[in-house]
């Protein structure tokens, strides 16, 4: 059999699923120098955890009554960002603004109570360079958390309290991530 014979039949099976092995793995090595590690070091070669250390959380303004979610947002972002405490040299600023909201789906229909209620908070953050020159990443994040309402008053204020810090650091977390990816290729 020579070569030629080889291409005028159809194709086995064992080749047929060797062919496609091998352009699997051709197509994965041409890709794999297109990925870039999010938490390794950024393309300047500076670690990203520096970068982050490096950014200056603004103070969070927000509308009346809903002082405490920016409080837990604040803190929760401080931490996860440069989480070791120490000051150093800032090169960027992180300006966020939240708004937040509260349903109540589910009623009772006897008492007209409501038995749970849905907090709902979305955070639109812009990281800009120090002087302001530039901007780096911007975007929304949105995190919603549910409790229940009971009779007790005091019950229900600390599950919504409760409910607060949630979406709070999962606003950080979403925050923290989109900025990783942001940050690794500068």
Not at 168 to 175: N, R
Request: hydrophobic content about 40%.
């Amino acid at each position: 059999m020579s070569w030629l014979d080889r291409f005028s039949r159809p194709p086995l099976m064992g080749e047929v699923k060797l062919l496609r092995l091998a352009a699997a793995a051709c197509i994965a090595l041409t890709v794999s120098a297109c990925f870039r590690p999010l938490y390794g070091p950024t393309a300047s070669g500076v670690p990203l955890q520096e970068v982050f250390a490096s950014i200056q959380v603004e103070p969070i303004t927000a509308p009346q009554g809903q002082e405490r979610v920016t409080h837990f947002l604040r803190s929760e972002l401080v931490f996860d960002l440069d989480g070791s405490g120490q000051p150093g040299p800032k090169k960027y600023t992180l300006a966020v603004t939240v708004q937040q909201s509260v349903a109540t789906p589910i009623v009772d229909s006897i008492s007209g109570r409501a038995q749970a209620a849905n907090l709902t908070a979305s955070a639109n953050y812009t990281l800009k360079t120090l002087d302001g020159s530039r901007t780096l990443a911007t975007g929304v994040a949105t995190a919603s958390a549910s409790y229940e309402r009971v009779i007790q008053r005091f019950a229900n204020v600390r599950a919504a309290r409760d409910a607060e810090m949630r979406v709070a650091k999962l606003l950080s977390e979403q925050i923290r991530t989109r900025l990783s990816g942001a940050l690794v290729g500068s």
